[in-house]
């Protein structure tokens, strides 16, 4: 039987709210793939930190018909690797140094719920930064830090409590998407590791952008950062 939580906040979920605002969202990255598709017949798109099922909300057919190849770029991967619909291709990178890759390479950057994951304020200011420098246009979502439930805990109000108080929730256990953490050093790396942003945050770090509030009930839920510029 589906739980609240599955029903409001998983994205494996196709009828979830979680779910079904991602797919209201994907309609920014969309007209960015069409403009690219419209002035260049193809599409290349760097998805920073991300994975293959993102991208079923937007279906292999639309893929297919813009000519879209996507670069997978994540931690997780080790190597690089082509998967056999020739749309996707895997790099092991970390956000914060894309070394492989050059300015301006891709035509869209992506991310999705990442750079609140990155680390510090100097971590997050990279991996803006590598966003930026590898396309000529960007979509960077992350959840909103004011959003009164926290994303990742799934706790009302948990990213406003002290530090101490985080860690040591989360070392009694399971917070929503996030396990027991076994010792202190655990729980303190998870609780550093989900850092969210505020608005002021988000044009610091991405000033040429486009700031666009997702709204849940009156409430900005998370932010969207759309900036560059496609050269002619």
């Given at each position: 039987m589906p739980t609240v939580r599955s029903m409001l906040w998983d994205n494996t979920v196709p009828t979830s709210l979680a779910s079904r605002m991602r797919a209201a969202r994907s309609r920014y990255l969309r007209d960015m793939i069409d403009e690219v598709h419209l002035h260049k017949g193809s599409c290349t798109i760097a998805d920073?930190?991300?994975?293959?099922?993102?991208w079923d909300i937007f279906g292999e057919n639309y893929?297919?018909?813009?000519n879209v190849s996507i670069v997978l770029a994540n931690l997780k991967f080790n190597g690089n690797g082509t998967a056999r619909d020739g749309i996707f291709s895997y790099v092991g990178a970390?956000?914060?140094?894309?070394?492989d890759f050059e300015d301006k390479q891709f035509d869209i950057a992506h991310s999705n719920s990442?750079?609140?994951h990155v680390g510090s304020w100097k971590d997050k200011k990279s991996a803006a930064d590598e966003t930026r420098r590898i396309a000529q246009l960007y979509y960077v979502q992350t959840p909103n830090y004011w959003f009164p439930i926290e994303p990742?805990?799934?706790?009302?109000?948990?990213?406003?409590?002290p530090k101490q108080a985080r860690i040591a929730l989360i070392r009694k256990k399971k917070r929503g998407w996030i396990d027991k953490a076994e010792n202190y050093s655990d729980a303190a790396e998870v609780v550093e590791g989900c850092d969210l942003l505020t608005i002021t945050e988000m044009k610091t770090l991405f000033p040429d952008a486009v700031i666009i509030p997702e709204r849940f009930m009156l409430l900005t839920k998370s932010l969207i950062a759309i900036?560059?510029?496609m050269e002619a």
């Open positions: 920073v930190g991300g994975d293959r099922g993102y893929l297919r018909s813009k970390d956000a914060r140094a894309l070394d990442l750079i609140e990742h805990f799934l706790i009302p109000g948990f990213q406003f409590l900036g560059g510029r």
